[in-house]
């Protein structure tokens, strides 16, 4: 509830509304002075993390519903079920002939009747009814065969719904394409095939996809996760990690180079979350690489957000092997970053810029920033990213290098990399902090004392973990969400040297994840955002050009009866943004003493995410129970009372006349 009321009036209302709780509430007057601008916000300044884990890429962003298309899994089979004689159907390895797709399946169709294959999917198939697909196979027969595929979507009953008939006749490999039309909805479908006929196909790349994919592209994404981050407006999207940059080893390292192209010649490896946590080990977890490089640009570019692609540095996680790439055989790694760079932003002239092209983007990326290594520590790591560094700007000096600062934001790993990329003059510091909500409501003036010339501050990866009952389920709840919104009046009203910020991870299947807590999570036909996803949205939606002081007794509002809050404008929009935060169970009533409020319109904007118990989550089955409530109020006199619930969130819109 907010009342516009003199400053003196408001702290009368508010010792009122004392009378009848008196016990629950705390009250203070707060000065906003929207006439001195400070700090400039950068477009760029929340954004998104996105990473394949929790099955966020194959199995979730990626709408591929096959897994194992390619039989690329270290077990060929895996995924796939034969009806019939098993060993009718023979995995054939051609990996000196094709390295990046070395497995396909033979099949020996005995008899008419045929033989079955079916596909289970990521944890099912998720089909709607009405919905149209596309089955496409790249399939050649042996002479004299006559070999047909039957194809049909199944519900979890095994029940067919929808069908659809290919001939791949063909003795050199070609793919074969249908589609059809499902006719009822499965959470856990799958994907049934027939083989009739007599004779000896071979068969890869059995693909299904949704028509209805982002855009309706082909080898598309998931619509509705996309929109989900689309509303979000986010000013840069990290990617493809995390550690998956690094690979436990180096030889599954995340390269660039291999994922661009046609989906068939990128090879397949483990994805390192696969075996990362024995307690939640997730053996069917690969990486196609579907969602390679061009496809995340694109996405990017969709959603109007920066690209800030992250690359390998020359070591493997050093958490696992850190393995290292010896100084003077680096080059190839050094490279990548430079041909990236080509690939993003050069035109028909360069190598690069022709592939882009060619792959049917004539438009330049516009890359400004990349990352050089994932939290990598040690002198190793300075080592080679001067050697990146040193040839990036070289070739390309106005390129912005992201630069990690290691697993934790403090401690001795911490401190070391501070002090030696603050002295390298390092553009852009990646802090990581995944702490318990309390270390945020703590830290929300950790920048206020950061040196304002020196390296510019990319909160990389950050979430509040409230410890979860086996320490592995850590809950998306609101005690969380607040303490991340609390902390994020700090990032915000230092502005100047905090240039970018993302939660992490984005993604998790609620079937197959490995990491919690995270942004959004789904399954195979739904989602929710949960309650930080919110906060990361209105942040986002709601950053303002400039940061403009809101004080207490002349101090920030960071902590003060639980209250954290910090204020902006908006000048393209001539709009002033404030955001309150209670992490408390007392309501708080504030006495806003805006400077200049009779130039602002009689009706403010309120924007509310709150809950009466902290522990409150969302869920699939309820997407909703806590979303942000719109509201308003009328203005008169020359101040604002907020009446700030327990555990809240508020964004205040004031417009100017
Ligand atoms: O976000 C999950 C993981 O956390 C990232 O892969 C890594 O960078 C960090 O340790």
Redesign the pocket.
């Known amino acids: 509830m907010i009342n516009f009321k003199t400053g003196k009036i408001a702290l009368v209302v508010g010792a009122v509304c004392l009378s009848a709780s008196a016990f629950a509430q705390t009250s203070a007057v707060y000065t906003v002075d929207p006439t001195q601008l400070k700090a400039t916000i950068q477009p760029t300044m929340y954004g998104i993390f996105f990473?394949d884990?929790n099955m966020g890429a194959d199995g979730g962003l990626y709408a591929e519903l096959v897994k194992n298309r390619s039989f690329e899994f270290d077990n060929a089979l895996m995924g796939w079920k034969v009806a019939g004689d098993s060993s009718a159907v023979k995995v054939v390895d051609r990996k000196a002939e094709r390295p990046d797709n070395p497995h396909y399946i033979n099949v020996t169709v005995p008899s008419a009747q045929g033989i079955g294959l079916s596909n289970e999917g990521f944890r099912g198939m998720g089909i709607r009814k009405g919905e149209g697909y596309n089955f496409s196979v790249i399939a050649r027969q042996a002479a004299g065969s006559n070999v047909t595929i039957q194809l049909e979507l199944r519900d979890e009953s095994g029940k067919a719904i929808g069908s659809a008939v290919v001939q791949p006749k063909s003795a050199q490999w070609k793919k074969f394409n249908v589609s059809l039309t499902a006719t009822a909805q499965a959470a856990k479908g799958s994907l049934y095939i027939t083989l009739k006929g007599r004779g000896n196909i071979d068969l890869d790349m059995i693909s299904l996809f949704p028509q209805h994919t982002w855009k309706n592209r082909a080898n598309g994404l998931r619509a509705d996760l996309v929109q989900m981050l689309a509303d979000m407006k986010p000013g840069f999207i990290r990617f493809p990690?995390?550690?998956?940059v690094e690979g436990r080893y180096l030889v599954n390292r995340y390269q660039w180079k291999k994922t661009i192209g046609d989906v068939d010649k990128r090879e397949t490896i483990i994805n390192r979350w696969n075996t990362e946590f024995k307690h939640r080990s997730t053996p069917d977890y690969f990486q196609s690489f579907g969602l390679g490089f061009m496809e995340y640009f694109m996405l990017a570019e969709d959603i109007g957000a920066e690209p800030l692609p992250i690359l390998n540095c020359g070591m493997a996680c050093q958490f696992n092997s850190g393995e290292l790439v010896p100084v003077d055989q680096i080059d190839p790694y050094v490279q990548d970053a430079l041909d990236l760079i080509e690939f993003a932003n050069g035109d028909a002239s360069t190598k690069w810029g022709k592939l882009r092209i060619s792959l049917g983007h004539p438009a330049k990326f516009n890359l400004k920033m990349l990352g050089v290594g994932?939290?990598n520590w040690g002198p190793n790591y300075v080592e080679r990213w001067t050697l990146f560094r040193d040839a990036i700007k070289k070739k390309y000096p106005q390129v912005k290098i992201v630069t990690s600062t290691g697993?934790d934001p403090d401690g001795a790993r911490f401190d070391t990399l501070n002090t030696a990329f603050r002295g390298l003059k390092a553009d852009i510091l990646d802090e990581?902090y995944y702490r318990p909500p309390q270390w945020f409501r703590d830290n929300a003036k950790r920048y206020d004392s950061y040196d304002r010339n020196g390296p510019k501050i990319f909160a990389g990866?950050y979430a509040a973990h409230v410890p979860g009952v086996d320490d592995a389920l850590k809950k998306n709840n609101l005690e969380a969400a607040l303490a991340e919104a609390a902390f994020m009046t700090g990032l915000e009203r230092n502005a100047d040297v905090v240039n970018m910020a993302s939660y992490?991870?984005l993604f998790a299947h609620v079937d197959a994840w490995q990491?919690a807590p995270d942004l959004i999570w789904f399954d195979n036909l739904k989602h929710y955002g949960t309650p930080n996803y919110y906060v990361q949205k209105l942040y986002s939606l709601n950053k303002g050009t400039n940061v403009v002081p809101m004080l207490l007794n002349g101090q920030p509002i960071a902590g003060q009866d639980g209250i954290y809050a910090n204020a902006t404008i908006n000048k393209n929009t001539k709009e002033l943004l404030i955001k309150v935060v209670n992490v408390s169970g007392k309501s708080h009533k504030a006495s806003l003493d805006i400077k200049g409020l009779s130039n602002y319109q009689t009706k403010a904007w309120v924007t509310t995410l709150t809950s009466d118990k902290p522990d409150v989550v969302n869920s699939l089955e309820q997407p909703q129970f806590i979303a942000p409530a719109e509201g308003s109020v009328n203005v008169s006199g020359s101040s604002l009372v907020v009446d700030a619930e327990p555990y809240s969130f508020k964004v205040i819109k004031l417009k100017m006349k």
């Open positions: 990473e884990i990690g995390g550690c998956i994932n939290e697993t990581h990866e992490a991870p990491w």
